[in-house]
């Protein structure tokens, strides 16, 4: 099994989904993507959810603009069973593509709903290599409207070892006191050494935001910024420019 294959298996996003609320500053970090797109003063009316997993940035979106058409994206089946479940009272509105953004053969499947308002992707992205990562922001600045946003919540590279360790440091405390409020009796050392060792950390193929920025600002995007970091998580983007 390749190591991004581990993301399909359900007991991988349950173990994932349970443990959100460890991610240090997890809902700020939705609502730095939130100002991006109300600073412009536009309604998203259309956006696209790449590597949705349950659809937590789909369903952020949707909180500000209830009337927004989505498309969620995600290969594995089991994170988008999560997605179908969340949103079944959106039926009609949304539409859920069980398809793998590592072949660039899926920007082909995107066409007939037409150009986006807003692309998201949330800790994704870092899977692929850093060569097919920058091909995945071109693939998406085609398929932004002019004017239309791409922002990625991101799991990215630290210039120091030191940087690493505390990212871990907070998450595993956080995940150890998770257990504790449900009853478990696992050490913080026996947690920690689970999140080192994980099955899915073979999976990260992690980049400097620094660098990230550059490719879009290569590729045509304007207003490109990192808008948040902390530890080894970061909000970035940039916008189509309305006259390309």
């Known amino acids: 099994?390749?190591?991004?294959?581990?993301?399909?298996?359900?007991?991988?996003?349950?173990?994932?989904?349970?443990?959100?609320s460890a991610i240090p500053l997890a809902q700020e970090q939705l609502s730095v993507m939130m100002s991006i797109f109300k600073l412009q003063g536009q309604p998203v009316e259309s956006f696209l959810d790449l590597g949705c997993g349950d659809g937590i940035l789909g369903a952020?979106?949707?909180?500000?603009?209830?009337?927004?058409?989505?498309?969620?994206?995600?290969?594995?089946e089991s994170m988008l069973a999560q997605a179908r479940e969340s949103f079944h009272e959106y039926d009609g509105q949304l539409t859920f593509e069980n398809l793998d953004y590592g072949d660039p053969a899926w920007v082909n499947k995107m066409q007939p709903y037409g150009q986006f308002d807003a692309?998201?992707?949330?800790?994704?992205?870092?899977?692929?290599?850093?060569?097919?990562?920058?091909?995945?922001?071109?693939?998406?600045?085609?398929?932004?409207?002019?004017?239309?946003w791409f922002v990625n919540v991101e799991h990215v590279s630290s210039a120091s070892q030191w940087n690493v360790d505390l990212f871990e440091q907070h998450y595993a405390s956080m995940r150890h006191a998770i257990e504790k409020q449900n009853g478990g009796t696992r050490?913080?050392?026996?947690?920690?050494?689970?999140?080192?060792?994980?099955?899915?950390?073979?999976?990260?193929?992690?980049?400097p935001v620094e660098a990230q920025c550059d490719w879009l600002r290569e590729l045509g995007y304007e207003e490109v910024d990192c808008y948040m970091r902390i530890y080894e998580l970061a909000v970035f983007g940039g916008r189509r420019p309305l006259k390309s």
Do not use: C
């Open 60 to 76: 952020t979106i949707l909180g500000s603009y209830p009337s927004a058409r989505g498309v969620f994206v995600d290969f594995s």
């Open 119 to 148: 692309v998201v992707s949330g800790y994704s992205i870092h899977h692929q290599p850093d060569v097919r990562k920058r091909e995945v922001y071109q693939e998406i600045f085609s398929l932004l409207k002019p004017g239309g």
């Open 187 to 207: 050490s913080y050392e026996q947690v920690v050494e689970e999140y080192r060792t994980r099955p899915d950390k073979a999976a990260n193929i992690l980049a």
């Open 1 to 20: 099994m390749s190591t991004d294959e581990v993301w399909k298996l359900p007991e991988i996003v349950k173990r994932f989904l349970s443990y959100r």
